[in-house]
């Protein structure tokens, strides 16, 4: 029996079930789950691409930004470099390399990680990185007390999210009923009571409003494993206002083969299903569990502060020409103000510096 069938069974038994707990399924249940069976990142045969799919030279970025964090911390002998949702493993493959090139002292002393949930791409990190001594995990409780950097690029857009609606006589939840065996939306009450309150007043009647509580849970318990150092989260987010200036319109969206999937719940499981970060949650999320953001801006003002433009050829052989134009395409891609340079980054900090980050000066 499909995903699909077996909603079906469960809303005709007990009745519609909120949009939250389907995205949830349709992302990670155990045997239908997206992320479970199915997931596909990249240019070639994948759903979408992420800055991993551009080449060494976002790892090499984030290679500086960890090399600070290092410093910052006083240089310790040993440090906690975990990566969370590393996809391919290609991120932290190429942070790895650039570290070891360009500040080996602190790649000697880096005792790195990965928190993944999907025994999926576990297998793929394995392969990209074999030859380094790893350590994997599905949450930080198991890697506490972590001393040292924790980032996350594009991870917290894969949690699912309440759909809310400003309705006139009140706040409604976006449910998922059916009719002859087709999955569709139905309004109903706040599943959680919480939920009533966080819609902003400023919303228009009819207006959506999403709420990730899994998202802020899973930044609360990993800031709360952090014991020393940063927690860094890369992705595409807005504020609060900025969301509200969106005109209540929801930013669930489904991506397969790269392309827009109009109706979500038509190909359950079988797509990406993904929601805009708000960053005042997370923020917020983040300062609960006593974390302080030391850091703010676009992925696009990151990057280069972090040297991402520096392309230049190494020889006059065409060849290496070619490639130095190829890196430099990526990083304009990278740096897109349309697009991923568009992305938000922030950094916390728990009992550690915030000074001297390249990044943020
Ligand atoms: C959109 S992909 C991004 C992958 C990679 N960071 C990149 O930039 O290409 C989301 C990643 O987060 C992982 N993930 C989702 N929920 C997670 C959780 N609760 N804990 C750890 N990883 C999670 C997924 O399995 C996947 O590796």
Do not use: C, K
Not at 48 to 72: I, K, Q, V
Not at 127 to 154: K, Q, S, Y
Not at 260 to 272: C, K, P, Q, S, T
């Amino acid at each position: 029996m499909g995903l699909r069938e077996r909603l079906v069974e469960r809303i005709r038994a007990t009745g519609p079930i909120p949009f939250v707990d389907v995205m949830e399924a349709a992302l990670f249940d155990p045997d239908h789950g997206y992320y479970t069976t199915r997931v596909a990142i990249g240019f070639e045969g994948g759903d979408y691409f992420t800055s991993a799919d551009l080449g060494p030279a976002f790892g090499r970025a984030l290679g500086r930004m960890a090399s600070d964090a290092w410093s910052a911390l006083g240089r310790p002998a040993t440090w906690d470099l975990v990566e969370a949702g590393a996809g391919h493993g290609t991120v932290m493959r190429d942070l790895l390399a650039a570290l070891e090139h360009e500040r080996g002292e602190a790649a000697l002393a880096a005792r790195p990680a990965i928190l993944e949930v999907s025994p999926r791409l576990r297998e793929q990190q394995r392969l990209a990185l074999t030859g380094h001594e790893m350590r994997w995990a599905t949450a930080a409780t198991a890697l506490a007390p972590i001393r040292g950097l924790v980032f996350a690029n594009e991870v917290l857009d894969a949690f699912p999210v309440h759909v809310l609606e400003r309705g006139e006589d009140g706040v409604r939840e976006v449910h998922v009923g059916e009719t002859d065996g087709r999955l569709i939306e139905v309004l109903g009450a706040p599943s959680h009571p919480d939920l009533r309150w966080r819609v902003p007043e400023a919303l228009a009647i009819g207006g959506r409003w999403e709420v990730s509580r899994a998202a802020e849970g899973w930044v609360a318990q990993t800031a709360a494993a952090i014991a020393t150092g940063y927690l860094l989260l890369i992705d595409y987010a807005d504020d609060e206002q900025g969301l509200l200036a969106r005109r209540g319109a929801g930013t669930v969206r489904g991506f397969s083969r790269h392309r827009l999937v109009g109706d979500a719940l038509a190909a359950l499981g079988e797509i990406d299903l993904t929601a805009t970060v708000n960053i005042t949650a997370i923020t917020r999320a983040a300062e609960g569990a006593g974390l302080r953001l030391i850091g703010s801006g676009t992925q696009r003002d990151v990057l280069i502060a972090l040297g991402v433009r520096e392309t230049a050829a190494t020889s006059d052989a065409p060849i290496e020409r070619l490639r130095s134009a190829s890196r430099r395409s990526a990083a304009e891609l990278l740096i897109d103000p349309n697009g991923l340079g568009a992305f938000r980054v922030l950094l916390f900090a728990r009992d550690a510096p915030a000074d001297g980050f390249r990044a943020f000066n």
